[in-house]
C-alpha cells in the first residue's frame, strides 16, 4: 500500500478542519496549539449542552478519557452518538484505561454507545480495553508497543476500527493490514501529553483523508518525524515542547514524506 504524506498534509492544511475535542484538563491547551501548528482548527467543548451541535460543524471528534467526571461522560456519550448519526470520524484515546474501575466502566459505555473510526493509546491501554491482564502505572505504558498486537487486532475486529498503538514503533492495524512507523525519539515520553496530542493529529488526519488506516499512519509518522527534528535542536523537555510545535508548524509535506520510516505487513 502507498501512503500519500505529502498529500494527505497538505490537504490537511488546505482543508484546515474543525477538530472537536473531549479531552483532559491536563493537555487542552498543548493539544489545542499543536492542532493549529499543524494546520488544523481546535475547538474544546465537553458540555452535554452543546457538544450534539458542535459536532455537526466538526471534521472529526477526538475523545479523550484522561480527566473524568460524570457530566463530562455524558457529553462524551452524546457527542459520539452524534457523530456517529452523521457519519464524522471518533477518534477515541483510552487514557489509563486498567488503571481503575470507573476508566473500565466509562470505556465500555462509550464503545457501547458508538464504535471509533480510530483507537489510539499506548500499549497498556490497548491490552487492558481488549480485555488482556496487564499491569499499568497510571498513564503510561508498561508493555511494548508489538507485545499488544494481538490485542490491536482484536479490537479491530470487534469494532471494526483503525487501533494505533504508541511505542518506539508505532503499530497501526485494520483488518489485514499492518503498519510500523519506527520514527519518534524516547524524549517523547518526558513530556506531558504528546500522546494525546498524537490522538488530537489523528484525528485532524481523518477529517481529511478518507481512509481512517492512512489517516492514522499519517498523524503516527508526523509525530514522530517532529519528534526527531525538534530533538535535533532541543535536548530537554521544555525546549522540546515548544521546538516540537514549530515543527509541527515549519515541516513541509516533501519533508514528511522524505523522512517517514513506514514498513507494511
Known amino acids: 500500500m502507498d501512503f500519500h504524506l505529502e498529500q494527505n498534509l497538505s490537504n490537511l492544511r488546505n482543508t484546515v478542519p474543525l477538530v472537536h475535542n473531549i479531552t483532559n484538563f491536563v493537555v487542552m491547551n498543548y493539544t489545542a496549539n499543536a492542532l493549529l501548528a499543524a494546520g488544523a482548527s481546535p475547538v474544546m467543548a465537553h458540555a452535554v449542552?452543546?457538544?450534539?451541535?458542535?459536532?455537526?460543524?466538526?471534521?472529526?471528534l477526538v475523545v479523550n478519557i484522561g480527566t473524568l467526571s460524570a457530566h463530562w461522560v455524558a457529553g462524551m456519550k452524546?457527542?459520539?452518538?452524534?457523530?456517529?448519526?452523521?457519519?464524522?470520524?471518533?477518534?477515541?484515546?483510552?487514557?489509563?484505561?486498567?488503571a481503575t474501575s470507573y476508566r473500565n466502566e466509562t470505556l465500555t459505555e462509550l464503545l457501547d454507545v458508538a464504535s471509533p473510526t480510530i483507537i489510539r493509546g499506548n500499549a497498556s491501554e490497548i491490552l487492558a480495553l481488549a480485555g488482556a491482564s496487564v499491569q499499568t502505572k497510571g498513564v503510561d505504558s508498561t508493555a511494548a508497543s508489538d507485545l499488544?498486537?494481538?490485542?490491536?487486532?482484536?479490537?479491530?475486529?470487534?469494532f471494526d476500527c483503525v487501533v494505533s498503538v504508541s511505542g518506539a514503533i508505532d503499530v497501526i492495524v485494520k483488518g489485514n493490514q499492518t503498519a510500523f512507523v519506527?520514527?519518534?525519539?524516547?524524549?517523547?515520553?518526558?513530556?506531558?501529553?504528546?500522546?494525546?496530542?498524537?490522538?488530537?493529529?489523528?484525528?485532524?488526519?481523518?477529517?481529511?483523508?478518507?481512509?481512517?488506516?492512512?489517516?492514522?499512519?499519517?498523524?503516527?509518522?508526523?509525530?514522530?518525524?517532529?519528534?526527531?527534528?525538534?530533538?535535533?535542536?532541543?535536548?530537554?523537555?521544555?525546549?522540546?515542547?515548544?521546538?516540537f510545535l514549530d515543527c509541527l508548524s515549519e515541516i513541509t509535506p516533501a519533508h514528511l514524506a522524505e523522512l517517514a520510516k513506514i514498513r507494511i505487513s
Open 49 to 60: 449542552e452543546e457538544v450534539e451541535e458542535m459536532v455537526s460543524i466538526a471534521g472529526a
Open 148 to 158: 499488544s498486537l494481538e490485542a490491536a487486532w482484536a479490537l479491530s475486529k470487534k
Open 78 to 98: 452524546a457527542a459520539m452518538v452524534t457523530a456517529a448519526q452523521l457519519g464524522k470520524p471518533i477518534v477515541l484515546d483510552p487514557v489509563g484505561a486498567g
Open 182 to 243: 519506527s520514527n519518534g525519539v524516547a524524549l517523547m515520553t518526558k513530556v506531558t501529553g504528546m500522546g494525546c496530542t498524537a490522538t488530537a493529529i489523528a484525528g485532524a488526519f481523518a477529517a481529511t483523508v478518507a481512509d481512517p488506516f492512512e489517516a492514522a499512519v499519517s498523524a503516527a509518522a508526523m509525530m514522530g518525524v517532529c519528534g526527531e527534528l525538534a530533538y535535533r535542536n532541543a535536548k530537554s523537555p521544555g525546549s522540546f515542547q515548544i521546538a
